[in-house]
C-alpha cells in the first residue's frame, strides 16, 4: 500500500468500530496504520492482534486496504526476524508437526496416560514441508 493511499483516510474509525479484535484487544488499526507511515511498527504486538478477518477493508468508505496493509506489515517484520514468540512457537510446530496449532503439555500429559501419541500423518506433513521449504518459510523462522 501506498503512503497516498493511508492519507485519503478520513479517521472515520469504521475500520475500528468493525474490528472483531479490537473488540477483546487493544488493536487499534487505525494507530497501526497511520503510525507506519511515519515509523517502525514491526515490533508492535498489535500488528500480531489482527485475525485478517477483513470486515475493516470491506467496509472502509475510502476503499482502503487496511488488512492487505497488515499483512504486508507482517511480512516485511516477519523478513526482519521480528516475530512473537507465541507465534514462532506455532511456526516451529508447523514445520516439525504438520500441526498449526501446536498440543499444549496438559493435553500432551493427558494423551500419554491414555496410551495415545500426536497423531502424525506422515505424507501430509511431507507435502506441508514441501510447501514451507518452497515459499522459504522455514528461513523467515531461522534464528
Not at 18 to 44: A, E, F, M, Q, W
Not at 50 to 58: F, G, M, P, V
Not at 75 to 94: D, F, N, T, Y
Request: contains cysteine; aromatic residues 2%; hydrophobic residues 30%.
Amino acid at each position: 500500500m501506498k503512503n497516498s493511499e493511508i492519507l485519503t483516510c478520513i479517521q472515520c474509525g469504521t475500520c475500528h468500530a468493525s474490528c472483531p479484535s479490537g473488540r477483546y484487544t487493544s488493536l487499534n488499526i487505525r494507530r497501526i496504520i497511520r503510525d507506519s507511515i511515519n515509523k517502525d511498527v514491526s515490533t508492535d504486538p498489535e500488528l500480531w492482534m489482527c485475525t485478517t478477518c477483513y470486515n475493516c477493508q470491506e467496509r472502509c468508505p475510502r476503499g482502503i486496504k487496511v488488512t492487505d496493509a497488515i499483512l504486508t506489515l507482517r511480512s516485511e517484520a516477519a523478513r526482519g526476524g521480528k516475530i512473537l514468540p507465541a507465534h514462532m512457537k506455532i511456526c516451529r510446530s508447523l514445520i516439525e508437526t504438520g500441526h498449526a496449532v501446536p498440543i499444549d503439555d496438559k493435553h500432551r500429559s493427558i494423551r500419554e496416560k491414555l496410551g495415545l501419541g500426536i497423531p502424525t500423518h506422515r505424507k501430509a506433513l511431507d507435502e506441508v514441508k514441501i510447501l514451507l521449504e518452497s515459499t522459504k518459510f522455514n528461513e523467515l523462522i531461522e534464528e
